[in-house]
């Protein structure tokens, strides 16, 4: 179940009894867009934490020489032949090589990457012409309005990182309320770690004949809890 | 019945979960097994040609320019030469034709036919007249394998191979892991040694212990 942006704001208004829902109307934009960078950053942070979680699959046909990204794309993370959509026939996982180093796997289906663009890598099997189909960790939908719903596949148990993301959010455009900004910040933070809890193990009986997903060449990442707004 | 360079890549995939397609793709895995292929098909054929398939490759005679010899396909190992006699039509009459060392070309004196072999080419003894008494030359040889270039080509060696293949291509994989800064915990030697291990064992059976086979070549004292 998604909620609208109205909903989320209106739970953030009663977490604090310094509110005062009167300049909610005053502040529509300015709330819409917390809520709408919120989104976002949970989205990208989910990108590197478990691509599959919130991700899609699309295809793309060749357009002007290359296949297009597509728009909403955080991360793709596969791309495959369509079988005899795409030309030459292939139909299992074509590999993205460096732009400099175009012949690195020759005998396998392969495109190089350039802008937002993926181009044949120009060697014997290489896709030429038709569709690829491209997997990826995707962006949400842009939360642009008080109606705007947040994504479908978003867990409702996490909305209250949206809402003490709005009651911080108040709470330090009143200079702090002698304390209750760091208050909302720690509660926001609690719900953050479970949230990135739920990302680590949302799916564990995934059998794999190779030990791991790395997908990315270091191990690091920003913790989540700085990424948003109102700090932490 | 044959395995392809697939099943290879599967079994050596199989042996640690170090070996992902994402760090080691299949191309790179099917450069190291045409290296590889060749040299243990060069190993087989000096030890125990007779384990490999023979490809036969015909020259009708006379040679166009006799002193430019017969050219050779591109092979592991000249098995044998034999000239099919004029007088004889019958497909199956052949004359052997020794094969000398090229250092004996110039002394050697008893009677044809006889030729040498130097880089690619097979060079007749004598003139072209010699050969009149002949309409056909007849070419044995082990051919140097093709490219394996993609998973569903043929590895052209016994079927008992697959597991020394799997070993090599695990070995080299195992090198790569270990270059990784962040590599996983793969001991490259204690796969070298496997792989060895399995290779001598695999040559041990083929060639009867060891014992390798006398072929064709002569050597000459005069």
Redesign the interface.
Known sequence: MAASVQAIVDAGFGLSRYSRPELIPAQSAALTQVCNRTQVTLFQFAARVNPLYFSDQVDVALTSGAWSRPTNAEAVFRLEGRGAATTPNITGEV?VVPYDDRA?????PAVYRLGTRFFSAGNTGDPTAGELRIFYARRPAPLSTFASLTDAAFPDEFLPIFHYEIAAFNARADGGRDGELQEMVAERNRHIALFEQFLEHETLNET?????L??FPV?QRAPLKALVQAGG | MAFTVADVVLAARDLSPAYTPQRHPDAICWRFLTRYGRTLLGRIAQLRPSALPATVTTVPLPLGTFGSGVPVPDDLLLLSVSARPMARRDDSARVPVELLPAGQRLTRSTRLPWAVREGATVFLSGTAADWTAFDLLELRTVAMPATLANGAATVPLPDDALDVCAQQLGAFLASRVAQQPDGDKVSPRAAQDAADKAEATFLDRLTNQGRAEVITMRRVYS
Request: aromatic content about 8%; cysteine-free; charged content about 45%.
């Open positions: 590999l690195a796997l020759v005998g396998q794999r004949r190779f030990g791991e790395r997908r191990e």
